[in-house]
């Protein structure tokens, strides 16, 4: 067999394998949407943290009038960087792992049509 195209069987086998695999790892796919329908929703999650989902939104409350101008207290609103970086979950989209699934197939799927010599004159 030609190696352009070892290399090409190759490269779908590992798209495919890829897809397969880190899809086991996926938080979000619901099942009424399908897997394209819930595509958007769909995060690979690297560490859990306390939640995914964004917070609820606080019920409107009745118009104040405007606070005294203080200065900025800069120091006194710092928070360590460690405190907030346990508390919140590091999780990545899917969609680019998805992305990049389907170039390495498509790659792939070149090398296949590659020809076998390419002849210059």
Known sequence: MNNKKT?????ILVGI????ISFAFVKGY?????FLGSLGQMKFVLREGESLKPEAPRPAEAPLTAPPV???RIVEDFK???EDAIKRPIAV??????AIDIAIIFVGIGFL???????IN
């Open 7 to 11: 290399i090409g069987i190759i490269l």
């Open 17 to 20: 394998g890829l897809f397969i």
């Open 30 to 34: 619901d099942n009424r949407d399908g």
């Open 70 to 72: 203080e200065p900025p």
């Open 80 to 82: 360590p960087v460690e």
């Open 93 to 98: 989209p899917y969609k680019y792992f998805f």
């Open 113 to 119: 049509m590659l020809p076998k010599r390419s002849s």
